[in-house]
């Protein structure tokens, strides 16, 4: 009994009927008892007591009541030792599944939509499971990260992989029968990969295979010099291993440079945009942490969410107005011919992309330089390093993770971004497009998921890019010894330089946002400028209880999108277990999914039989939640990867459960990645177009889905107006949470308010 | 710990129950291309017939694919409005069915003709050159009287029109010129046109407003959004070619197994009535209407007056041809150097 784990003792004093196990089974019954089982439609209420089990009569879903009777008599029978704890947990597990498998037959075998009853009943004995778990020593951790990980795994299976598989199914099984046809038909597509160009003068095959030979060259050569010294059958692995990629990378240059196609201009862009916006993110954050101005620290905290909260179609076409064929700077000061703009096509996209992703740059990276120990920096530079020296050695390595999380959200947003290439694409083609417009122009939902397949496996990459380089090197900085200290403050000159950008940024976001407001109080925008209040009497009138029933779905989604994400982030890098990774890469795979898809699939998926939920606000914000959670996860990922452990040990030590730990002690640390996850979710929800479009119904449409039908007839007026009172409740609201985030940062407590 | 986790489980549970819809037995859902139109629609109908008009907005395409998507079990009753062939694939793969609605004997038999049966037609809406003369004056360019005209070098980066693999309406604009000219000479044309486009637009009418805004001189798009325009004040004109031109027939058809049929029928009626039609005139759809006793728009135009080719859609409408005639266009015209 002495030489019992913590965690042992735990079981120990949950045991009998103060176990969470007996007490999560028991509200399995009650809710199973208490509401409904099944729904007549689709309306979730008034509930139908003619769906009642004791209504239903006997069948297999009564297993769960046996189920509970029997786990209470298991822990009725008291436990001494760790086997008899052990033997006595896997018995209830065991319960448990039967009344599971007894409820889910029994609903999918009569496709009946499932009710509160069987909805409460669910979520119990998952729970139940999890502690079981937990209990028996199966998971290492108590019940709560028990629970914890099982409701994820049941989360993320249902809403993210199940509806996934099913546009897959939808892909590769016509007509009752399996075919590749569809990926052969596509990747033959000119809309896809285009390289000889017959009308052309150069010879675009050539030119790639010459890239791709050099790519190859290239990795070999650093392949035998990385591996020099490597015994020689594992060399020969990874130099090959180099070879391949090299030659990969060569041709994708290749084909960035000389092929057209979407592949190839979603590949650009992202090359392009992933790197420039996190670099723009970070040297607005440097400057915003370290400048000694209040002004510039302000300017920034709001410019840098002012792009960030519209949605990406409304920069286009501000941008169209300053940047256009006859746009304000490019005709009228600047005077370049109309002919010779080169705004459409990879130039605009890049650009109006650039300006949406470094607000999220700056978030991530500034959250990231915020967990920095100041005493670092002073350590280095009281033993005699340089400014460059303490920036390369110290802060450098210390901001990677950010760095790394801010590279593949940029690249991932680009890639899958559907709304600038659709305004500024021009010519171009894109993948995100191309999947929207296979399914709206050319009715195919199969080459759609092809479309789609293909962007999964290009973020896929990304993926393993970014864990790749987050894998190299990790560091704890916060250790729970006061940090105390002030940064360095920059080179006068770099931060002259830092300053300038930023105004010149400043200026540029100010003047793309001016031209929306201003399109919105004259009469015609660009064409009669008298000014006019009706724009927003129309919108008044006909929009405003759409932007309120979306700011109630927003919020319905983003809370709940904050917690799974942090709670999802802290049991990936805490603990150890089984579909750890699924957990991970099955939550940005909803990311990473291009949102016509994923809206695609909550169709397929959730029209019809048990889970049916079409046509109700609850899909919308279960599409919501799931899509906009992952941000949550890569921001608190980062910020934990910088917390030292032995906080949380000090916190277990003391007899605190892990939710206490995670709540107490973790969440504190964490508000800046938190907030930011909640802000993006909030914000995403408001703005989200592409994964909703298809699943809003009859009188429950969604504000942007409005914007952009009123956009495309050419309301530009009601657009602008509608998008200037978007803009300015979303910057009203992350304004006051940011003030209140400053309160909350448990590291500025005692300091005063020193950001 | 386990209080947290309720209290967190408490909560969503709570927002679930929130957002549960309750859909009322009077109700009649409509899919709707035309926002406003189906928004002037909705009291009157009420008034009429104590049967609430709930709508969705989408565009043409969208609505059939949500409409497939949906076929097990529709949540709508009625596909109102956009182009003619999203309604001619719906009622091909059978997700809608034919109606023969009392109101067929108001509406023009030319129109009632050209769709076969398929759908019952909203109104006809043509083809047309939306120019801005001040643009072309600048570029000295003469304002187009042809489709032939456009082929003038002067005209080169000046004109915008649609991709016909993301846009119905850039098809029927290619369709419109096979059935003038002849696929070979339709081609030629094409390729002599190809030279003088800015941008091909992923939308139909996505050159309409870079025309009023000055930043094209010509856009090639149907003719009622850019009536519109023109009413609320963008300087533009409207041209039909001297060679004829194509057009769209809008269309209003029944799903099937929809929720409430009698409802849907009820809808559809009222919908063709010269009433209702007027209603989308007054909201700035300023087509020409099916139904022949409709007020026209002062200034707009009328199918007898407007030279018109004898468009044959059922062959056009085909998917196979539809393809061919589109993969032509992307690996013959799109790719050349411009």
């Known amino acids: 009994m002495t030489d019992l784990s913590f965690r042992g003792t735990g079981a120990m004093r949950l045991a009998g009927f103060t176990s969470p196990v007996v007490g999560w089974t028991l509200f399995a019954v009650a809710c199973y008892l208490a509401l409904p089982l099944a729904r007549t439609g689709r309306a979730f209420l008034p509930l139908d007591y003619g769906l009642h089990p004791v209504v239903l009569g006997p069948a297999l879903h009564w297993l769960v009541v046996v189920a509970a009777v029997a786990v209470t008599l298991v822990y009725g029978r008291p436990a001494s030792s760790g086997p008899q704890v052990r033997r006595r947990a896997d018995r209830a597990l065991l319960a448990i599944l039967v009344g599971v498998a007894g409820l889910g037959i029994s609903l999918f075998a009569e496709a009946a939509p499932f009710g509160f009853g069987a909805l409460g009943a669910f979520l119990g004995l998952a729970i139940a499971a999890g502690a079981a778990l937990s209990e028996g020593n199966r998971v290492r951790g108590d019940a709560f990260t028990g629970a914890g990980i099982v409701l994820c795994l049941t989360f993320v299976t249902l809403f993210i992989t199940y509806p996934l598989l099913m546009v897959l199914r939808s892909a590769v099984w016509v007509d009752g029968t399996l075919t590749l046809a569809q990926f052969a038909k596509t990747f033959s597509s000119p809309l896809f990969l285009f390289v000889s160009n017959r009308f052309t003068d150069v010879d675009e095959a050539r030119q790639v295979a010459l890239w791709a030979a050099a790519g190859t060259a290239a990795g070999t050569a650093f392949g035998l010099w990385q591996t020099r010294t490597t015994a020689l059958p594992r060399r020969l692995v990874l130099v090959a291993l180099w070879l391949v990629g090299g030659a990969i990378g060569g041709w994708a240059v290749g084909i960035m440079l000389w092929g057209r196609g979407a592949l190839p201009s979603t590949l650009l862009v992202a090359v392009i945009v992933a790197p420039s916006a996190t670099l723009l993110g970070f040297a607005l954050a440097l400057l915003g942490q370290r400048t000694n101005s209040r002004v510039v620290r302000g300017c920034l905290g709001v410019a840098s969410v002012l792009p960030f909260i519209t949605p990406p179609f409304v920069i286009g076409f501000s941008m169209i107005f300053l940047l256009g064929r006859r746009g304000l700077i490019t005709y009228d000061i600047l005077g370049i011919s109309p002919f010779a703009n080169p705004l459409y096509g990879i130039v605009g996209v890049s650009l109006s992309q650039i300006l949406g992703l470094a607000p999220v740059a700056y978030l991530i990276m500034r959250g990231s330089l915020n967990s920095l120990n100041p005493a670092l920096e002073e350590a280095a530079t009281t033993l005699g390093a340089s400014r460059w020296r303490v920036f390369r050695d110290v802060t450098w390595p210390l901001v990677r993770p950010g760095i790394a999380a801010s590279l593949l959200l940029a690249s991932i947003e680009s890639i899958s971004d559907f709304g600038t290439p659709l305004v500024l694409g021009g010519d171009r083609n894109f993948l995100a497009t191309e999947v929207f417009l296979a399914l709206t122009g050319r009715y195919s939902q199969s080459e759609a998921s092809v479309y789609g397949v293909v962007l999964l496996l290009l973020v896929l990459l990304v993926f393993l890019a970014s864990r790749w380089m987050l894998g190299v090197r990790g560091f704890a900085t916060v250790t729970g010894k006061p940090a105390s200290g002030a940064f360095l403050p920059l080179p006068r000159g770099l931060e002259w330089g830092l300053l300038a950008l930023a105004g010149l940024w400043l200026a540029f976001i100010l003047s793309l946002y001016g031209v929306i407001f201003y399109g919105s109080v004259v009469e015609l925008w660009g064409i009669n400028n008298t000014l006019t209040l009706r724009h927003y009497v129309e919108f008044r009138n006909t929009a405003w209880p759409v932007v309120w029933y979306t700011i109630q779905l927003s919020v319905a989604s983003a809370i709940p999108a904050m917690m799974l994400g942090g709670l999802i982030a802290y049991l990936v890098t805490r603990h150890r277990f089984w579909g750890r990774s699924y957990l991970e890469m099955g939550s940005l795979l909803s990311f990473a999914t291009p949102g016509t898809v994923m809206g695609l699939a909550y169709i397929l998926a959730f029209n019809d039989g048990t889970l049916l939920m079409t046509s109700t606000s609850a899909i919308i914000v279960l599409a919501l939640v799931f899509r906009n959670m992952p941000v949550a996860i890569r921001a608190s990922m980062s910020g934990l990867a910088q917390i030292d452990r032995s906080l949380e040990e000090a916190s277990a030590t003391l007899k605190a459960g892990s939710g206490t730990t995670m709540v107490r002690v973790l969440a504190p640390l964490l508000i800046y990645p938190l907030l930011a996850g909640l802000i993006f979710a909030f914000v995403s929800a408001m703005t989200a177009v592409s994964q909703i479009i298809f699943l809003v119904s009859a009188g429950r449409n969604v504000a942007t889905v409005l914007l952009l039908s009123r956009v495309e007839r050419g309301d530009l007026g009601v657009a602008a107006a509608m998008a200037s009172v978007l803009i300015v409740l979303l910057l009203a609201l992350i304004v006051v949470l940011l003030i209140a985030s400053r309160y909350l940062d448990a590291r500025n407590r005692g300091k005063g308010l020193s950001i | ?338």
């Not at chain 2, 009077?26 to 406003?36: M, Y």
């Not at chain 2, 004109?237 to 769209?248: A, H, K, Q, W």
């Not at chain 2, 559809?268 to 209407?289: F, R």
């Open chain 2, 1 to 338: 710990m386990t209080a947290t986790l309720r209290r967190a489980l408490l909560a969503s549970a709570i927002s679930l129950a929130a957002t549960a819809a309750a859909v009322a037995q009077g109700v009649v859902n409509v899919v709707c291309v035309t926002e406003e139109w189906c928004e002037a629609l909705r009291e009157p109908f009420f008034a009429k017939t104590g049967i609430r008009m709930e709508f969705l907005n989408l565009r043409s395409n969208e609505s059939l694919v949500r409409i497939r998507a949906e076929a097990s079990n529709p949540t709508f009753d009625v596909f109102y409005g956009g182009t003619g062939d999203p309604h001619f694939v719906a009622a091909k793969e059978g997700l809608t069915v034919p109606y023969a609605s009392p109101m067929l004997s108001e509406l023009a038999p030319e129109m009632v003709a050209a769709v076969k049966g398929a759908y019952l037609p909203l109104y006809a809406n043509p083809i047309a050159l939306i120019v801005n003369p001040k643009v072309l004056e600048q570029a000295g360019a003469p304002l187009p009287k042809s489709w032939l005209d456009l082929a003038d070098p002067k005209f080169k980066g000046l004109i915008g029109m649609a991709d016909p693999n993301s846009s119905g309406t850039a098809y029927t604009v290619i369709a419109t010129l096979v059935q003038i000219f002849g696929e070979e000479k339709a081609f030629e044309f094409l390729a002599a046109l190809h030279q003088n486009i800015a941008n091909y637009t992923k939308s139909g009418s996505g050159s309409l407003q870079p025309t009023g805004q000055g930043e094209l001189g010509v856009a090639i798009i149907f003719m009622a959004s850019a009536l519109r325009e023109k009413e609320a004040g963008l300087p533009i004109e409207i041209i039909v070619p001297e060679e004829g031109t194509g057009y769209e027939i809008s269309g209003i058809s029944l799903i099937k197994n929809g929720p409430n049929p009698e409802g849907a029928k009820a809808f559809i009626d009222y919908a063709l009535s010269a009433e209702a039609q007027d209603l989308g005139t007054s909201v700035g759809s300023l087509q020409i209407k099916a139904n022949v006793n409709a007020t026209p728009f002062p200034g707009g135009p009328k199918l007898e007056e407007i030279k018109v080719i004898d468009y044959d859609f059922e062959f056009y409408g085909t998917p196979e041809v539809q393809q061919r005639l589109i993969e032509r266009w992307t690996t013959q015209i799109f790719p050349v150097p411009r």
